[in-house]
């Protein structure tokens, strides 16, 4: 799923992507919310039920949630949908939401939760500096979208 939706359009168009996905953002109407809230749900249903048939993992429904909201979040990156930062964010706190179920159950290193709380205060800056959401574009001189 990342290498579909994140890597290879980026790689595809490696020396567009920056520049052309700042010019063509999009933000979401209530029928995209619907539409991603919905998707988001679906995959989620699968994905934990499918996680729990087939594998031995002991938390088929976090692991499930996570997927569902990652895999939604890079779809809104394909399509350049500024709002896959809301996904992004919450993907990263239930990351975290992992890693403490799983420390819980005695199977957890410190290294996760490190690594989950970078990737956390990553989205958080994105809402303020990144040309992906109003106030960094303000701060570069783009218009808004």
């Not at 809230?37 to 499930?64: A, C, H, M, Q």
């Not at 403490?100 to 690594?115: P, R």
């Not at 809402?127 to 106030?135: A, E, G, I, K, Q």
């Amino acid at each position: 799923a990342y290498i579909l939706t994140l890597d290879l359009p980026v790689l595809l168009s490696v020396k567009t992507w920056n520049e052309d996905t700042v010019k063509h953002l999009r933000k979401f109407g209530s029928k995209q919310w619907i539409i991603a809230v919905i998707g988001t749900l679906l995959v989620f249903v699968e994905s934990g039920f499918l996680i729990g048939k087939y594998t031995n993992d002991p938390r088929p429904w976090i692991d499930g949630l996570s997927f569902a909201i990652a895999l939604t979040a890079g779809i809104m990156c394909f399509f350049r949908y500024n709002n896959q930062y809301y996904w992004w964010t919450f993907s990263g706190i239930i990351q975290l939401v992992l890693w403490a179920v799983t420390y819980v159950q005695g199977d957890s290193t410190l290294a996760m939760a490190v690594n989950s709380s970078i990737y956390v205060i990553n989205d958080v800056l994105a809402f303020t500096v990144s040309p992906w959401f109003n106030l960094g574009r303000k701060n570069k001189g783009l218009n808004k979208i």
